[in-house]
Nanobody, 124 residues
Framework: VQLQASGGGLVQAGGALKLSCAASGRTVSGYTMGWFRQAPGKEREFIAAISWSGNNPYYAEDIKGRFTISKGNAKRTVYLQIDILKPEDTAVYYC??????????????????WGQGTQVTVSS
């Protein structure tokens, strides 16, 4: 499984970004797709995940409302829409694929495959 994240950049506070992650590889079908982020000096944290079918999105409790995860029609692309960006959203954003669902798909160790990350920088 290969994951390619894109869409990051430099944005002013209050703006929006839509990150994309393209998944490839024969075995990727059926995986839960997730987004994480890692700010400088901090641990990588879970943001959101979605089932392969595109149903049942779920989010970290402390970031609900400004983040929306979705799947493309072909299912191999997962998006993360981030609205009303704040300087504290500055981080490298990673997409990942997990064979699990539910709680395990909110944990770092629940993910088998990771993309290279895309940098999001929010200026105040």
């Amino acid at each position: 499984v290969q994951l390619q994240a894109s869409g990051g950049g430099l944005v002013q506070a209050g703006g929006a970004l839509k990150l994309s992650c393209a998944a490839s590889g024969r075995t990727v079908s059926g995986y839960t797709m997730g987004w994480f982020r890692q700010a400088p000096g901090k641990e990588r944290e879970f943001i959101a995940a979605i089932s392969w079918s595109g149903n049942n999105p779920y989010y970290a409790e402390d970031i609900k409302g400004r983040f929306t995860i979705s799947k493309g029609n072909a299912k191999r692309t997962v998006y993360l829409q981030i609205d009303i960006l704040k300087p504290e959203d500055t981080a490298v954003y990673y997409c990942a694929a997990s064979a699990y669902t539910g709680t395990m798909a909110t944990r770092l160790f629940g993910y088998d495959f990771w993309g290279q990350g895309t940098q999001v920088t929010v200026s105040s």
